[in-house]
């Protein structure tokens, strides 16, 4: 994993990359972020420049032995601690290091880096079962750490998700952070920092992860994979900052339009245009229902832009300009006293459509709910 092949993020990388040209890492470094966001894969983007060989200005040279085996995530000084259970494979004494195999097919496919807690799961098989980080992982990692590095100047302990580990766990990494072996630099890998022991967090360098823009996501869709703009968009939109579920969806039937289904669905709600509704009802049910769940994420992340865009139009740049046109425009009829009932509507449709109802029903119904509070005054 380069820093390259991860889109945006300019400013963290920037700090991560000087910490190592100054020589001022540190031994226990926390990646926060979200679900979805670029903390692990940034995590494994420094791995790689901490033990790269022929370092570069910005990143890691890709092809040194130690690059290549930590790209392929083999490489004997990168060890990872990670949340399991017992499954068909590993009966008993679930451990991380029985399940490397299926981590390294899960974070080396396509956008498993940007996966989550439950996307994991699935991937083991674990089925309804709940993972953590076991009292016994707390054993193995004393012994792992024992260790000296193999062939490389750091010896690499990447934490995923250490908010899942059992206190005795918890009490055991705390150790080795107050005493840290030498050589030896901790990756904690969180989504929920607020979960962990407040002694472990006194002791890590906070690596703030912000979610990505859409700007990014629609960049790196359209460029990494050629997916149409407009769809790369769409996409960006729907998945509010998740890099992962924004990848699982580019297979998705990329030719609806949803920004032109939607500007015209308000129109003909705020009309309202009882004939019009009834046709973009007869088009929604033809999208599919996975499609049509799409589409009612899509239009919920753009009413709360037309929201924002009303309160302040700095808070929703990069708009497209056909987009800016219409926002702008409609905004005046999306206001404090009614956005809760909107995006109300809008939930509960997409709640509908989930378990399985009448499409046409749901987007009817929804259609002549919005047109009352569109046309509700904005004053008190």
Known sequence: MRFADIPGLEEVKQVLVQSVQRQHVAHAQLFRGREGSGALALALAYAAYLNCEDRQPQDSCGLCPSCRKIDRLVHPDLNFILPVTTTKQVSKDALSHKFAAEWRSFVLTEGGAYQGLNDWMQHIGAENKQGNISKDEAVQLLRLVSLKAFEAQFKLVVI?????????????VLKLLEEPPPATVFLL????????????LSRVQLVP???????????HLAGQYAVPEVKARQLAQISEGHLGAALSARSHDGGNDYFGTYADWMRACYAPSLEKIVAAA?????MGRENQKEFLQYALGLTRKVLLYGLDPQLVPHLPAQEQTFISRFCQFVHRHNADDLTRELNDAHFHIERNANPRMVFVDASLQLADYLRAPAND
Not at 167 to 172: G, I, Q, Y
Not at 189 to 200: E, N, R, Y
Not at 209 to 219: A, G, K, W, Y
Request: proline share 10%.
């Open 160 to 172: 995923w998700l250490p908010e899942l580990m059992h206190p005795a766990a918890a009490n055991a």
């Open 189 to 200: 890998v969180c989504q929920q920092p607020d979960k962990l022991l407040p002694t472990i």
């Open 282 to 286: 007869d088009a929604f049910q033809k």
């Open 209 to 219: 992860v912000r979610q990505f823009r859409d700007e990014e996501i629609t960049q």
